[in-house]
């Protein structure tokens, strides 16, 4: 099993910046991706940002050039620096960690994005 501590949602004003993190703990292969998705009241839960083992990095077409990803192999977490906040970037936030054959998800943090 993995575990995920996220931290570092609330509530920020249009313009303004968050940073997220999650750290992994458990039964952790040596090599695996991670990354956030996110999930606005009444919408799919989408893709965000993706860092893969070695740190290629992906990001959904709305959030290029205001949020980076990064991780820390060595705490087994994953960060979201999120700048130029919209409150269109209001929802949920859940990090994941992929193993062979499997997606771990994080409980999700609240981001709200309002004047």
């Known amino acids: 099993q993995v575990q995920f501590v996220e931290s570092g949602g609330g509530l920020v004003q249009p313009g303004g910046s968050l940073r997220l993190s999650c750290a992994a703990s458990g039964r952790l292969f040596s090599i695996y991706a991670m990354g956030w998705s996110r999930q606005a009241p009444g919408k799919q839960r989408e893709l965000v940002a993706h860092i893969s083992s070695l740190g290629g990095t992906n990001y959904a077409d709305s959030v290029k050039g205001r949020f980076t990803i990064s991780r820390d192999s060595a705490k087994n977490t994953v960060y979201l620096q999120m700048n130029s906040l919209k409150p269109e970037d209001t929802a949920v936030y859940y990090c994941?960690?992929?193993?062979?054959?499997?997606?771990?998800w994080g409980q999700g943090t609240q981001v709200t994005v309002s004047s």
């Open positions: 994941y960690l992929d193993q062979p054959g499997r997606r771990y």
